[in-house]
């Protein structure tokens, strides 16, 4: 069966950054999209990006801009996000997602909490 | 603010039908984006529940109905239970913004 898991959850300071991975099985990697999802405390969804697992190509939010990188290693299936110049407001529940646009995102990883505080 | 607007909440008797509306624009749906609805229970991830504007995932009750037209899209759930009472959010895509945008989300409330 599909499964994307994600790593555990992190604790960071105001400025660092933090590397969420998102392993994949049950399907052939490279025949879906990756897209990456936050969502803060109380709050709704956000998109952060998504990327191509044929090819590499990205597409990032343009609140995001500059702060994320989304990179993926078919060797393992995996993919991975990271977020730089943490900010309190960036404390949020980060999930990876398989799918694009186009058809909506139909397996969800469990969700990785990070929480940046000083 | 949400690119989509949806109802902060809605609320229905056990049986009854609701739905939930998500309002876009020209750059959005009304620019012919399909739509994809999520129901999202307490401190899980989300689920897909409609995919394309009105097609269900294997595994996904036909209460469950989506539509769409002109800049907007509803989401309707039939036959209410309580297992129903959740966060819902539409999806879509926005070519001003090149990128997806999700709706506010809309707490379903079974009474």
């Known amino acids: 069966q599909v499964q994307l898991v994600q790593s555990g959850a992190e604790v960071k300071k105001p400025g660092a950054s933090v590397k969420v991975s998102c392993k994949a099985s049950g399907y052939t990697f490279t025949t879906y999209d990756i897209s990456w999802v936050r969502q803060a405390p109380g709050q709704g969804l956000e998109w952060m990006g998504w990327i191509s697992s044929n090819n590499g190509k990205t597409n990032y939010g343009q609140n995001l801009q500059g702060r994320v990188t989304t990179t993926i290693d078919t060797s393992t299936s995996t993919a991975y996000m990271e977020l730089r110049s943490l900010r309190s407001d960036d404390t949020a529940v980060y999930y990876c997602?398989?799918?694009?646009?186009?058809?909506?995102?139909?397996?969800w990883g469990q969700g990785t909490l990070v929480t940046v505080s000083s | 603010q949400s690119v989509l607007t949806q109802p902060p909440s809605v609320s229905g008797a056990p049986g009854q039908r609701v739905t939930i509306s998500c309002t876009g624009s020209?750059?959005?749906?009304?620019?012919?984006?399909?739509v994809h609805w999520y129901q999202q229970l307490p401190g899980t991830a989300p689920k897909l529940l409609i995919y394309l504007n009105s097609n269900r995932p294997s595994g996904v009750p036909d209460r469950f109905s989506g539509s769409k037209s002109g800049t907007s899209a509803s989401l309707a759930i039939s036959g209410l239970q309580a297992e129903d009472e959740a966060d819902y959010y539409c999806q879509s895509y926005d070519s001003s913004l090149s990128g997806v945008v999700f709706g506010g989300g809309t707490k379903l409330t079974v009474l």
């Open positions: 020209s750059s959005n749906i009304g620019a012919g984006y399909d």
């Open positions: 997602a398989r799918g694009g646009y186009r058809y909506g995102y139909d397996y």
